[in-house]
């Protein structure tokens, strides 16, 4: 048992406890032959945006469906997206649903580039034109899987120079003027986080406590969660909990954690049913209203 004084008592309470067993979750709705994951509902749960790919893992597309009438409506392509065969993926909806990120190679006439980009919520409740985030967020590398923290800072993950392995988490914080700036600084989250090995997705939770990390360690890539202790008058640090007891012989992706970070949402292939949707239990007795269920 760990003896470090943690800030928060629940955050213990997550860390005492081994991950549950994974189990299929992808409304009927989405389910299809095709490769369905990265999850990101808007705050009343009315709204699911996913990323729909190819049995392959390949084609990403960006997807929405509404719950309407106690049912999933059939999902289609969100109004923002750019024409196929641009590649876009990994939505994110804010706390407050006013601004919605992902990622896409809009600009990249190759079409294999993927920096962050992001639309906001207008008056009508229709989403805006897309708009792109400026260097030093995104960089000549891939950017991925954007996550906005409390604080405002995007976590995402990076395969950019500079880093520790093919790839790293990062975090970019907005600068105020009182701070030297209005512009960003970004910074490597840095071992044991960011290793030697390949880490590209990463879903933190809403007190900045609980990170789910994506990272390929050299057998294929799964998720592992870290924990985040400081003890009185030190610095803090993360650590890493657990790995997901996931199907070891496929990939996890697109991690999502729910408000208590009790429970997570997370994506792998599901034999016939191509990429699935899966739910598994991260601490006793989680939010049983979680993740939102249409027609509840």
Not at 78 to 92: G, K, R, T, Y
Not at 126 to 140: E, K, M
Not at 229 to 251: H, M, N, T, Y
Request: charged share 25%.
């Amino acid at each position: 048992m760990r003896t470090t004084i943690l800030a928060c008592g629940c955050a213990f309470l997550v860390s005492a406890h081994a991950a549950d067993t994974p189990r299929h979750w992808s409304p009927p709705a989405i389910a299809t032959d095709r490769y369905e994951s990265s999850p990101a509902f808007t705050p009343d749960g009315r709204e699911l945006y996913f990323m729909s790919s190819s049995p392959r893992f390949e084609h990403y597309r960006l997807m929405w469906t509404r719950c309407e009438h106690g049912r999933w409506t059939k999902p289609e392509p969100v109004p923002f997206a750019a024409p196929e065969p641009v590649l876009e993926a990994d939505p994110f909806v804010t706390r407050d649903g006013k601004r919605l990120y992902f990622i896409s190679a809009r600009h990249d006439p190759k079409n294999e580039d993927f920096d962050i980009w992001f639309v906001e919520r207008e008056a009508q409740g229709r989403w805006g034109a897309a708009q792109r985030l400026p260097a030093p967020v995104n960089s000549p590398g891939a950017e991925l899987w954007p996550r906005v923290d409390e604080s405002g800072s995007i976590v995402f993950g990076s395969n950019r120079d500079g880093g520790f392995g093919g790839g790293d988490i990062y975090k970019a914080t907005p600068q105020r003027p009182a701070e030297g700036g209005s512009g960003w600084r970004v910074d490597n989250f840095g071992p044991p986080v960011s290793t030697s090995a390949y880490e590209y997705e990463a879903e933190i939770s809403r007190d900045g406590r609980v990170l789910v990390v994506v990272a390929d360690r050299g057998d294929r890539s799964h998720l592992y969660v870290y924990d985040y202790f400081r003890a009185e008058g030190a610095a803090g640090q993360w650590s890493e909990r657990l790995r997901v007891p996931a199907k070891r012989e496929v990939f996890q992706v697109g991690p999502l954690l729910s408000p208590r970070a009790d429970r997570l949402l997370f994506a792998q292939a599901d034999g016939a049913h191509s990429g699935e949707l899966f739910l598994v239990d991260l601490a006793p007795q989680p939010d049983a209203d979680w993740p939102p269920a249409c027609g509840r």
